[in-house]
């Protein structure tokens, strides 16, 4: 089986992590290959020609690209354990519209916050807030978003908890006091082995990384 199944990925790159749960959670097997983001290899070239990016999975040598994508395909794939989506149409959808929702807000806002200075941070920061706090109202009070069962938004927003130290730190703002419920779903979803063997629990480490990524662009 592992050699069947190849994750091109970054430790510290939250789509990545979210193929690593995933592939946690259905108990598969693969084999690991790190990138470098700043010298790509001419494997991720071959794999993904039209992006450039990671992840990749390569099962039985074809190529799957994009998280959420490729989370889907796993869970067709693999069907003998922890079903990913939900079972009924309506629901599904509803998973997949609020994992492109972090996509569309989470990501790029997050990106924003050590990209930008000024008003656009500013601007970066409170939007943010403002996404977290909007899935912050579709969790509830349910342990999951997806109620008992940890699933396709949990996957697909998880990974950012590496990251919640360095939004605070850039963002000069707290986490635990804007949303406290996703703070506390993100330590619930952490406890799971298939998170923190695949997450960068170390979220002193993912900020030094981001420093690096800041300086590498000549963010300052």
Not at 15 to 35: N, P
Not at 57 to 73: D, T, V
Not at 152 to 157: K, M, T, V
Not at 188 to 213: G, I, M
Request: hydrophobic fraction near 45%; glycine fraction near 4%; charge should be negative.
């Amino acid at each position: 089986m592992a050699e069947e199944v190849v994750l091109l990925g970054f430790w510290a790159s939250p789509v990545a992590m979210r193929v690593k749960i995933a592939l946690a959670e259905k108990e598969i097997d693969y084999v690991s290959r790190e990138q470098n983001l700043f010298n790509k290899s001419s494997l991720l070239l071959e794999m993904n020609p039209v992006y450039k990016r990671i992840p990749v999975l390569i099962h039985q040598g074809k190529p799957i690209c994009e998280s959420l994508i490729i989370i889907q395909y796993i869970d067709e794939v693999w069907k003998h354990k922890a079903p990913l989506f939900p079972s009924d149409p309506c629901e599904r959808a509803h998973a997949r519209f609020w994992a492109d929702y972090v996509d569309e807000h989470i990501y790029p806002n997050a990106r924003l916050l050590w990209a930008s200075k000024g008003e656009r941070q500013e601007a970066a920061k409170k939007s943010l807030i403002e996404s977290f706090k909007a899935l912050e109202g579709e969790l509830g009070d349910r342990p999951y978003f997806g109620g008992a069962s940890f699933g396709l938004i949990d996957i697909a927003l998880i990974p950012f908890f590496s990251f919640f130290y360095t939004f605070e730190t850039l963002g000069k703002f707290s986490m635990e006091e804007e949303c406290p419920k996703i703070v506390a779903w993100a330590k619930r979803c952490s406890q799971r082995e298939t998170v923190s063997k695949s997450v960068v629990l170390d979220q002193h480490k993912a900020y030094e990384f981001v420093l690096e990524l800041m300086a590498w662009h000549g963010v300052k």
